[in-house]
């Protein structure tokens, strides 16, 4: 055999073990793909079951593991729950969940509508989108970040009877954000296009609104993995709440709490965009109380086109700034 043969081989061999060893690697991330197809599938019946001997009824419909092999996805064709010693249940469409094989902690979640609720001390709600997506950043042992965003989206409640549902409210956008941050959760949302029924407040009008904002739920992480049965003892810190609609514009930050006996104590900034249009707004939106309203922003346009002033509530007693707002009643 002369040098250059053997020179030939080598360049053969390389590709041959280089051959077997992807040969090996896609051999192994099948595996694991379909013995997690499998797990997911188990797992899913087995919590369905623990549920259930529980009292508590819950289904995902006609669960299918698809994708392969460059995409893991998870589908139902509806979602439900059902806790009737609780008087929770909620339900919802077709769920699929994407995760993509280059990003496997970012899975992509499409939710199609309606979603129907019931809770206790409110009215059945239903609740549908023209698009719904979940995005969230997977890590341990919380994820990093949830998010949704909304299109099309809109509210009415959902009779039991024969009554005819009302309609409460429709957005053109909507989103929010949920963050850990140690112990607390940071919050950011948006939405535009907000139209409140007025029939749902009590015959008061609101004009569209759009608004945004970024607040943190002080010890957030702890109330998600168990729900209070109450808001007494909860704080919030307001980085920025902002309202508007045409010139006027409300912006609010802040931390606000409630107390032991569901009293509100808040030390908020206000500013103002446009007081007279905030006052007109505010004037439609609590006729009863008018003349205070344009007698008391006749006050504050004097101070320019963009005022802030505090907001302080203390023990629910809430004022703005040299104007008294009234008794905020205890929340439960």
């Not at 280089?18 to 099948?30: H, R």
């Not at 409110?122 to 609740?127: E, F, V």
């Amino acid at each position: 055999m002369t040098s250059s043969d053997q020179r030939s081989r080598k360049p053969r061999r390389r590709l041959f073990w280089l051959a077997a060893f992807i040969l090996v690697l896609f051999a192994l991330y099948s595996g694991g793909w379909f013995y997690l197809a499998g797990r997911v599938k188990i797992e899913a019946e087995r919590t369905v079951a623990e549920l259930g001997s529980k009292g508590i009824k819950a289904d995902c419909a006609n669960l299918t593991v698809s994708g392969y092999p460059l995409n893991f996805a998870v589908s139902c064709d509806s979602l439900a729950y059902q806790d009737d010693a609780r008087n929770v249940a909620a339900s919802i469409g077709d769920f699929s969940a994407v995760a993509r094989i280059t990003q496997p902690l970012s899975p992509v979640a499409d939710l199609r509508g309606p979603l129907r609720t019931v809770a206790p001390g409110m009215p059945p709600l239903w609740l549908d989108w023209d698009q719904l997506r979940a995005t969230v950043k997977l890590s341990w042992p919380l994820p990093r970040r949830i998010l949704l965003q909304a299109e099309g989206l809109s509210g009415q409640t959902d009779p039991v009877d024969d009554t005819d549902p009302m309609q409460l409210f429709s957005a053109g956008q909507a989103a929010g954000q949920l963050q850990p941050n140690g112990q607390d959760v940071v919050y950011t949302g948006s939405f535009s296009d907000l139209e409140i029924n007025a029939n749902a407040i009590g015959g008061r009008l609101l004009p569209a609104l759009d608004g945004g904002g970024e607040a943190t739920v002080k010890n957030g992480v702890a109330l998600i993995a168990k729900p209070p049965k109450s808001l007494r003892g909860q704080s919030v810190d307001i980085a920025s709440l902002d309202l508007s609609s045409g010139t006027a514009r409300v912006t609010v930050s802040g931390p606000i709490s409630v107390d032991a006996d569901g009293l509100i104590d808040a030390s908020l900034k206000i500013k103002l965009k446009d007081p007279k249009a905030v006052a007109a707004i505010l004037a439609g939106a609590i006729p009863e109380h008018k003349s205070e309203i344009e007698q008391g922003f006749a006050g504050i346009a004097m101070l320019g086109s963009e005022p802030s002033m505090p907001l302080k509530v203390v023990k629910g007693k809430a004022s703005l700034g040299f104007i008294p707002l009234g008794k905020i009643k205890p929340v439960e």
